[in-house]
């Protein structure tokens, strides 16, 4: 048994007692392959939800900062992290996030880069556009609808895939395709709230 999964089953526990964790659309991330995983950000509780809540192990991408706090760095990079330095195009990031898909596993990504401050939706940034464009992935738009607070409810909701064919047979823009993301995202956290 790996970390991943023991830390799973641990984070898994006490966050089904502090919360009540609903998960909708669980159907609609394919069971294998290659998946990118693109969730609006609320709190820095969204990469374990997503990781107690999906049946696969995911593979985040996560700010470089937290790679340089001496435990932590280490935990987060056992955990199936990888750092990405914000504000500027992280060549190693890209290249770690297109070996991650090529492989077929799970992508987690937080197109607005940050945590948003008001619960509302930001803008994506046009790394995602990238990663659903240039690879085979499967995309899946995924809302996190909070606050966390104790003892009340947390969902989760994965939408249906989005198919990109033809904004890939039409040459899209990365704006284009991360606008297309952000949409699915927003009718999920409006469908759901």
Do not use: W
Request: aromatic content about 8%.
């Amino acid at each position: 048994m790996n970390l991943y999964t023991v830390a799973r089953g641990v984070v898994k526990f006490f966050m089904s007692i502090l919360y009540r964790i609903e998960v909708i659309g669980l159907e609609n991330v394919p069971k294998e392959g290659s998946v990118l995983l693109c969730a609006n950000h609320i709190d820095n509780l969204d990469p374990p939800l997503v990781g107690i809540t999906m049946k696969r192990p995911v593979v985040f991408m996560a700010k470089e900062e937290l790679f340089d706090v001496p435990i932590l760095g280490k935990l987060v990079r056992k955990l199936n992290a990888f750092p990405i330095k914000r504000g500027k195009a992280d060549r190693e990031a890209i290249r770690n996030g297109l070996k991650v898909l090529k492989e077929g596993k799970v992508l987690g990504i937080f197109p607005e880069g940050t945590r948003s401050k008001t619960g509302e939706l930001g803008k994506g940034l046009t790394g995602v556009g990238f990663f659903a464009l240039r690879s085979d992935a499967t995309v899946i738009p995924c809302a996190i609808i909070g606050p966390y607070r104790v003892f009340r409810k947390v969902k989760i909701v994965y939408g249906k895939p989005i198919n990109f064919s033809e904004l890939k047979k039409n040459k899209a823009s990365l704006e284009e395709a991360t606008e297309l993301i952000m949409t699915q995202i927003k009718e999920i956290l409006i469908q759901y709230k």
